[in-house]
C-alpha cells in the first residue's frame, strides 16, 4: 500500500542522506570510525527493517503478523536510537545545529510514518 511505499521510500532517503554526509571527512573524521559505524549500522538495520517488514504477507497468519509487527516495532526503536546518535554527534562532530536539525527531522518523520503504518497493520491485518 501507500504507507508502506511512503515508509520504504523515507527509509531509503533517510539512508542515502546519512551515507552521503558520513562520506565527508571535514565533518566525520576517520579517527572517530567506530562512532560513524554506529550511525551506518544503525541506518541501514532501519531501512533493512522496514524493508523486511513490508515483505510479509500476512494474509491471516498469526505468525506473519507478529512477526511484521515486531519488525516495524523494531525499525522505530532504531529510529529513537538514530536520534541518540545524531544528537551526541552534534557535539563530537561539531556539526552546524540546521545539519542537525534536519537529519532528526528525516529521522523523526520516518519513526513517525513506521508507527502510522504499524497500527494500520493492527487494524487491519490481525488475524481472528
Known sequence: ????????????ALTVYTLVILENEKW??????????????CVIEIQSLCWEAN?????GNQKRYERRIDLQDQAAE????MCMLIETAKPLF???????RHWVKL??????????WHDKDVKR???E
Open 1 to 12: 500500500g501507500q504507507g508502506e511505499l511512503d515508509v520504504n521510500s523515507k527509509a531509503r
Open 28 to 41: 566525520f573524521p576517520k579517527s572517530q570510525s567506530a562512532f560513524i559505524d554506529m550511525l551506518r549500522t
Open 55 to 59: 515483505n510479509i504477507k500476512v494474509d
Open 78 to 81: 532504531k529510529c529513537n536510537r
Open 94 to 100: 561539531h556539526l552546524e545545529s540546521k545539519r542537525v
Open 107 to 116: 529521522t523523526v518523520e520516518l519513526r513517525s510514518l513506521i508507527r502510522g
Open 125 to 127: 491485518l490481525k488475524p
